[in-house]
């Protein structure tokens, strides 16, 4: 079974403190997302990553920042925390050439 | 905006009762996945049905896709109280990316 793990199930920061979201899986799958999810919204994409030390921008990544050093690990930072970010935020993996994606539980993060 | 859109919003029925949800697109597809989330297994992918096929079968699942018509359709059959959760049709855009709406809360009803 494909297991991706997400360092918090729930966080709670101040506005503009440096918040770090890990994601980690086992399945040396190259292509990671991550995504963040609010009621009536749906997900929306923030950053994705192809491979090590490689990252995309996705639909929303004003405020985000991303890391991949090691191929099973992608990081989602916000570099000053916004009232705004309060979400939750999910991590998905999936092989190369495979199109269906591979989640975690999810970080739901309250930024007050 | 490109994303889908799920009908009904919400969905109550009894179990044992069939439930169907459908979606509508707004973009050519390479295939349409469902997935489905709830508290206890969090998001979880169901079924793909690519482009070219119209119908696609998983245990109780049923999806049909009609390219022509840019929609899809979800059957659960012999509905259960695990399956209580949100469903959610995403179209694969031709660019390779997922387009998610906000989903169709379906409760069973014991």
């Known amino acids: 079974d494909v297991k991706v793990t997400q360092s918090s199930r729930y966080l709670v920061k101040r506005t503009g403190e440096k918040v770090f979201l890990e994601c980690v899986q086992d399945?040396?799958?190259?292509?990671m997302f991550w995504y963040r999810q609010d009621p009536g919204l749906g997900l929306r994409l923030i950053y994705f990553?192809?491979?090590?030390?490689?990252?995309e921008k996705g639909d929303i990544p004003e405020g985000y920042s991303v890391s991949r050093e090691k191929k099973e690990r992608f990081s989602l930072i916000l570099e000053s925390a916004s009232t705004n970010q309060t979400s939750m935020y999910l991590c998905?993996?999936?092989?190369?050439?495979?199109?269906?994606?591979?989640f975690g539980p999810g970080t739901r993060l309250t930024v007050l | 905006s490109q994303q889908g859109e799920e009908d009904p919003q919400a969905l109550s029925i009894q179990e044992g009762e069939n439930a169907t949800m459908n979606c509508s697109y707004k973009?050519?597809?390479?295939?349409l996945q469902w997935y489905r989330q709830n508290s206890g297994r969090g998001l979880v992918h169901l079924i793909l049905?690519?482009?070219n096929e119209r119908e696609k079968h998983s245990g109780r699942l049923r999806v049909t896709l009609d390219t022509s018509k840019k929609s899809s359709s979800l059957l659960i059959t012999a509905s259960r109280a695990a399956d209580t959760a949100s469903y959610f049709c995403?179209?694969?855009?031709?660019?390779?990316?997922?387009?998610w709406g906000a989903g169709t809360k379906l409760i069973i009803k014991p």
């Open positions: 973009t050519s597809i390479n295939n």
């Open positions: 995403v179209p694969m855009d031709s660019n390779y990316q997922l387009i």
């Open positions: 998905a993996s999936t092989p190369g050439g495979v199109d269906t994606q591979y």
């Open positions: 049905i690519r482009s």
């Open positions: 990553s192809y491979d090590v030390k490689m990252k």
């Open positions: 399945m040396d799958h190259e292509n």
